[in-house]
């Protein structure tokens, strides 16, 4: 049984988004190529949850693929193995992608993740996020976000910087 997460009387209202940067020594379209791809998504997973995708890469807003997770790896709901879709909330290529997830949980969380992308010098400014100020209140009472912690969003940057240089350089021409 989940049980109502309270918080003390004085507490400061928590933040609804959070954020976390990291300049990656590649193109914007480098970087957007592996964002834009279902296994992209679980080659640079820092959660441990991504387990295998299946679809397209996406093209546009409302687009979809499949995510198979195991939530077993965050320890802290017993949900253990579970699909969920991703929905392309945002895209506009080489600049964001950004997503809503529509899994187990009906009527879906809205819980948003994505990333911002500008160039830099010596290559791209990634800014990965998550927003979840669009939560249904129903849900509040009951979950603790984010779900995923920031320092897994951080990971999955340094994940994703070294997937962009395999990715762009493969091994032959190394």
Known sequence: MIRPVTAPEDAAPAPERI???RVIPAAPHEVFAVLRDPQG??????SGMLMDAEGAPVSAVGDRFLVHMDREALGDLPMGKYDVEVVITAYEPDREIAWTIEGTIRPPLRHVYGYRMEPADGGTRVTSYCDWSDLREDYRPFLTFPIVPESALKGTLGILDRTVRRVARPRASR
Not at 41 to 46: K, L, S, T, Y
């Open 41 to 46: 998504h679980v080659d640079i997973d820092a």
């Open 19 to 21: 954020e976390v940067t």
